[in-house]
């Protein structure tokens, strides 16, 4: 693995607090396998067994949630340093509940979970930091989703648009967000109709509510 790449791996959530020396001798014990998809490309299928985690090295990448009538939810949008499958790591099935796509030339890390769950001989401590960041990884997905079943509980659309830019906005704590995907990505997370959610956000400037300038967003008044 060549520098770059290795210098991607340690800017993850799952090497934190681990020095450089100890990291480049974990990923050595790691032996992160590294391959690369095209644009469209299918990197993880639902429904297949797996037995890693990935995690982006370069490119983007989106999971799907597929549905008995051919269609798609969008999960997650996937960027560089982004983990995927880590999740499935205590569960007996290891079969993926996603389908995920590359959406431009894509590079992705694979590390067997065989590997994560069984300590090193060689830098033990090293590796209990990495099964503990991969925990905490673990549960920051957990409240992640449990934010947006929270949000997609609000009775009408323009409560489900401002609970999203009040999580956006850390709690209320800032004026100014910018969307992280597109108006077709947040009706997907939405679980909306896209002309719906435009809709609603004009109407919503329309109010006084806010002011949209492309992803840029200012709250203005969310009472």
């Known amino acids: 693995m060549n520098s770059n790449k290795m210098n991607i791996l340690k800017e993850t959530s799952l090497f934190q607090t681990i020095d450089d020396k100890d990291c480049k001798q974990l990923i050595n014990c790691l032996l992160p396998q590294v391959k690369h998809f095209s644009k469209n490309e299918i990197i993880l299928m639902a429904g297949y067994p797996i037995s890693h985690i ?3 090295l370069s490119g983007n990448a989106r999971a799907y949630s597929e549905h008995m009538d051919g269609s798609q939810t969008i999960m997650s949008n996937l960027s560089p340093s982004s983990i995927f499958g880590d999740t499935l790591v205590s569960t007996k099935t290891h079969k993926s509940p996603v389908t995920i796509y590359s ?17 090193c001989a060689v830098n033990c401590d090293t590796h209990r ?6 925990f905490k990884s673990i549960g920051d997905k957990y409240f992640m989703l ?20 009040h999580k956006l906005s850390i709690n209320g704590e800032l004026t100014e967000v910018y969307l992280p995907f597109t108006k077709t990505m947040l009706a997907d997370y939405l679980l909306a109709n896209r002309s719906a959610v435009s809709k609603e956000l004009g109407k919503m400037q329309r109010d006084g509510v806010i002011e ?12």
């Open 54 to 56: 990935g995690i982006i």
């Open 103 to 119: 959406t431009n030339s894509t590079t992705v890390a694979f590390i067997e979970y065989d590997k994560i769950l069984t300590t």
């Open 129 to 134: 930091i990495f099964l503990q960041n991969m």
């Open 146 to 165: 449990f934010d947006r079943i929270n949000i997609l509980r609000e009775k009408t659309l323009r409560l489900q648009i401002k609970a999203f830019l």
């Open 212 to 223: 949209v300038n492309g992803r840029n967003i200012r709250i203005v008044n969310m009472l």
